[in-house]
């Protein structure tokens, strides 16, 4: 990989900063022009140092700190996420690999992908009786596509060297799998991950503002309720940077993984 | 350039042709009629071909690009099937590629994401299934030694020379120790100085197995073809090719690379397959 000179890190810290100055500039006009009913980023920072104090405090089901919030959600993102993995991953392979499962999946697949997460919601509280596995099937359901499409993509796009080597040496269906197969379409299976844990963080403030309960979705319901626009600011501020940190996350594998740029 | 092994335990030529001779056949080329259906109706590349070759015969296959040379080769590899005809190796009709026919490919087909020892070794691996794992290890060791790059066998196929892959390509074939080589313009990409050693490489490996290996190597250059091989096959220009001849090369071996061009034998071989090649010599005025 290549290595990064300080002189660049310290450009790239500058543009960051320069596009941060931007959107609160927008932001504060915002609230210059609404009359200050969307509050500025002053008021806004404020009650985020508050919220961000004691965030672990737990005063009850209705009343707990914005860090159990996150980390609620977190865990049934990572949930819903594992499980549309699991389902994706051996979907696209089959889909990629064989003609007869891309044509047998394919329609299936591009009918389920636009629909809405909202749409799944009560299907979701019919079949798990409770919300939380609602809110886990809507994130497993929607964020499942792009990692079978992608994986589709990888392994259908395999070129014929590579299988060529598969025939040649005799590989066994395992031996294709685990030493061809799968490592040529890594790259794009983690390219498929990124857009599906993007999608799933989406998807996570929908579903908890319908199940309610703990959650960063629910917690700015609550403050809407609440009628607390700071802490609907701090939140979609925190929902923003963690979606962030996720792409990061992923770019960091994409990059480990491809073998291509070795 | 230095020679081949120990010269004293081979054979001289004429008694060396006459054993190739009576030996049999490993490839048996019946009639292959090679057709691919295309959007522009149906295109012949190779039309009613048939050659025999012997078990441990170097045949070098020549022609203009696209005559079909890579075509033909396929169908004994099992990369392609022929529309009519059959290609009968080790005295099986060939349906698939497999284990007996070693290829090494054109484009070396190394996979990107294994070391130069993972290559081989997955293919050892696959081939070699009743060795124990010690075994299949010593395999692939030796042949990384035999093809000098012990040094490099850590690296990825995409951190060496065109040299380099050549040679892991090469030891891959060998390591699984087939009775036919397939060898598709091996040395194509390479400088004159690599493939020169290539070729004694090559030949070193074949003289350490008792020139018991088939190989059939596709190629376009006449000088490569007259030091490897027993014969040449000249093909006609495609579509729907032909064999146009079969020149054997009665040369002496162990062949000297350097002392071979003065042979009066390979001057006369070496005009005889540009004649063949080239129709004119000259741009008419």
Known sequence: ?262 | MNNIVNPNQLVDSASDFHKINSRENSIDIKNVTVSFKGSKGTFTAVKDISLEVKKGEIVALIGHSGCGKSTLMNTISGMVTPSSGEVIANGNVVKDPGPDRGIVFQNYSLLPWMSVYKNIYEAVDSVLKDKTSAEKHAVVDHYIQMVNLTPHKDKLPGQLSGGMKQRVAIARAFAINPSILLLDEPFGALDALTKGSMHIELLKLWNLDNRNKTIVMVTHDIEEAIFLADKVVVMNNGPAATIKKIVDIKLPRPRNKKDITHDPEYIRVHDELLSLLFDKFSIED
């Open chain 1, 1 to 262: 990989m290549k290595s990064i000179s300080i002189k660049e890190i310290a450009t790239n810290v500058a543009y960051f900063l320069a596009s941060m100055a931007i959107l609160l500039g927008l932001w504060h006009l915002i609230s210059v022009i609404t009359k200050a009913e969307i509050p500025n980023p002053a008021s806004t920072w404020i009650v985020f140092k508050e919220l961000v104090a004691d965030p672990f405090y737990d005063y009850g089901p209705n009343d707990k700190g914005i860090g159990i919030q996150l980390l609620s959600s977190l865990g049934r993102v990572s949930t819903g996420f594992a499980l549309g993995s699991l389902i994706a991953i051996p979907m696209g392979l089959l889909m990629g690999s064989t003609q007869i499962g891309m044509k047998l999946l394919n329609p299936i697949v591009q009918i389920l992908r636009p629909v809405s997460p909202l749409a799944w919601f009560p299907l979701g509280l019919l079949a798990f009786k409770a919300s939380d596995g609602a809110t886990i099937f809507i994130i497993a359901i929607t964020s499942l596509w792009p990692t079978v499409i992608n994986t589709a993509f990888g392994v259908s796009s395999i070129p014929d060297d590579h299988k060529n080597v598969g025939k040649a040496f005799g590989f066994s269906k395992w031996k294709y799998l685990t030493k061809i197969m799968l490592p040529f379409a890594l790259p794009h299976i983690i390219t498929g991950l990124r857009l599906s844990i993007g999608i799933a963080w989406v998807v996570i403030v929908a579903g908890e503002m319908l199940s309610g309960g703990v959650g960063i979705g629910f917690f700015v319901w609550d403050s809407w309720n609440g009628l607390s626009l700071e802490r609907i600011l701090v939140a979609i501020l925190i929902i923003g940077t963690v979606g962030l940190l996720f792409d990061k996350a992923f770019n960091a594998l994409q990059n480990a993984f491809s073998w291509e740029k070795k």
